[in-house]
Each structure stands twice: as structure tokens, then as C-alpha cells.
């Protein structure tokens, strides 16, 4: 249920160097079912890229555990290339290792998207030690079930949300692509900034728990409706497309003062 390298030395011009390579990192995949998960049956290790294995997820589980080993890294966390799960079955995931650490230090993608629309993916929970830079792709079922969101990400994520619902989503550098989902149900927190420029915006039906941003906010809101909290404690502009304007009463930063850079905020785009 892992995939382990050897160490290689060197020998130069016949003298024994024994120089060690970086070895790549170990990735571990396993569930809570008994017996355990089989590779090449119930899920795949490609190592195109040895340093960021792709995992890619096979049998129906809801408790699929996968987690990165790596001895030249701090804690021995290790890195990850691409999550996903192009089968039509229903997926759940953990990022974290098996003593509830950290799963992962960087992570290329993770792509929960299974090929039968009556299906559906979850996020479990987890850690992310480094950055997410590639997208975070959670897909709901025709009938909306699953497709919910529970993960923290200490350093940045590099590229976009899809998802049904964000129950926890803890992300502690800044965030920089699109977002698009259903729905904020609970805690949805940026300590960095949030700067979607350009093209890229923040979409959802509502926002209904808490949306928070430690640093500066700049971007499209594209909301249907707004029953829950945004707090920013940096500059704010953003240009509301759908929204219906109670979030200008209700943007506040750290002490509680109303921003004094709201662009569109108060006169939004109905």
C-alpha cells in the first residue's frame, strides 16, 4: 500500500563516495475497511514525476487515507502530485498520516470528480503543510449529495475551488483562483490575501456561515444571496454581480470598523 525507493550511491573515479541521493517521497494509501486496500486493484501510484507522485483513486471508499513520507524533509513530510478519482464510484478523502499529522507538504492538485453524475466525492478533513498549487475540484451528485469540503492548506492556494459546500476550509497564506461553490456552511478562513483579479471571481448560491480574510480583498463576489459574515482585515474592492447588499452592513475589519476602501461595496450591481 506504498511505493518506496531505493538509495543510490555513487562511486567516482574508484574511490567509494557513498553520496546519497535525495531519495523521492514514500506515499502511503490505505482505508478503514478490512482488509486493506490493494494497488493496481483498488487504486494506482503513477511516479512520472517521482518527487510528486499522482494517486489516483479506483474502489468506492468514503475513508481513503493517503499521506507523503519524504526523510530530506522537515518532519518527514513529503510531497504529493495529483489526487484524483476518474471512476464512477463514490469517494471520500483524508489528507494526514497515521498519527493524525500533516498529509502532505505540497500537493499538486486534487481532482475528486467521479465519471457517474450520481455520484459524488468528499474531503474528510486533513492538512496540507505547504501549498496547494494546482485546483481543488470536489464534485457533488446529480441529487447534491457529498461534494463537501473540510481541509486546511498552511501555505497558499495557487489554484481554484469547485465544490459543493466548504464546511472548513482553513487556508493560511493567500488564495489567488476562482472559487465556485453551492454554499459556505460553516468556516471558510484566508490569513493571506484574497486577490482575484481580473477574470476570476467568488461564486455561490450563499455564504451562510463565515467567510474570513486576513489580508486584503480584491475580486469579483458573485452571490445570489448573503445570510452569513465576511470579515477582512486588509484593504477591501470588490464588485458584487448578483449580490443584494446586505453584506456592505456587515463588513467590518478587526476592530470592528467599517473598511475605508469598499469600491463597489455599497453600491452593488443588483
Not at 241 to 246: A, E, K, M, N, Y
Request: aromatic share 8%.
Amino acid at each position: 500500500m506504498k511505493i518506496t525507493y531505493n538509495t543510490t550511491c555513487l562511486l567516482v573515479m574508484g574511490i567509494s563516495a557513498a553520496t546519497a541521493f535525495a531519495v523521492p517521497p514514500t506515499v502511503y494509501v490505505t482505508w478503514k475497511e478490512v482488509p486493506g486496500p490493494v494497488e493496481g486493484t483498488h487504486y494506482m501510484i503513477h511516479d512520472a514525476d517521482p518527487d510528486y507522485p499522482d494517486v489516483e483513486l479506483i474502489h468506492e471508499s468514503l475513508t481513503w487515507c493517503i499521506w507523503s513520507e519524504d526523510s530530506d524533509n522537515p518532519d518527514w513530510i513529503g510531497d504529493i502530485g495529483v489526487i484524483s478519482s476518474p471512476h464512477p464510484e463514490n469517494f471520500g478523502v483524508t489528507i494526514e498520516n497515521d498519527q493524525g499529522g500533516s498529509g502532505a507538504r505540497e500537493v499538486k492538485g486534487i481532482i475528486l470528480d467521479p465519471t457517474d453524475a450520481a455520484k459524488y466525492s468528499v474531503i474528510n478533513g486533513g492538512q496540507i503543510s505547504g501549498d496547494l498549487t494546482g485546483d481543488l475540484f470536489v464534485e457533488e451528485s446529480s441529487g447534491e449529495s457529498g461534494g463537501s469540503v473540510s481541509l486546511t492548506v498552511d501555505g497558499n492556494v495557487e489554484g481554484d475551488i469547485t465544490a459543493g459546500t466548504i464546511s472548513s476550509l482553513s487556508i493560511g497564506g493567500n488564495l489567488a483562483g476562482d472559487v465556485n461553490v453551492d454554499d459556505v456552511t460553516g468556516t471558510m478562513s484566508v490569513t493571506g490575501d484574497f486577490q482575484t483579479l481580473g477574470q476570476h471571481y467568488f461564486a455561490a448560491d450563499d455564504i451562510s456561515g463565515s467567510l474570513s480574510i486576513g489580508g486584503n480583498a480584491y475580486g469579483v463576489m458573485d452571490l445570489a444571496e448573503f445570510t452569513g459574515s465576511l470579515s477582512v482585515t486588509g484593504n477591501v474592492h470588490f464588485e458584487w454581480l448578483r449580490g443584494r447588499g446586505r453584506a456592505g452592513d456587515r463588513l467590518r475589519d478587526s476592530a470592528g470598523r467599517k473598511s475605508e476602501r469598499c469600491g463597489d461595496l455599497d453600491h452593488p450591481r443588483l
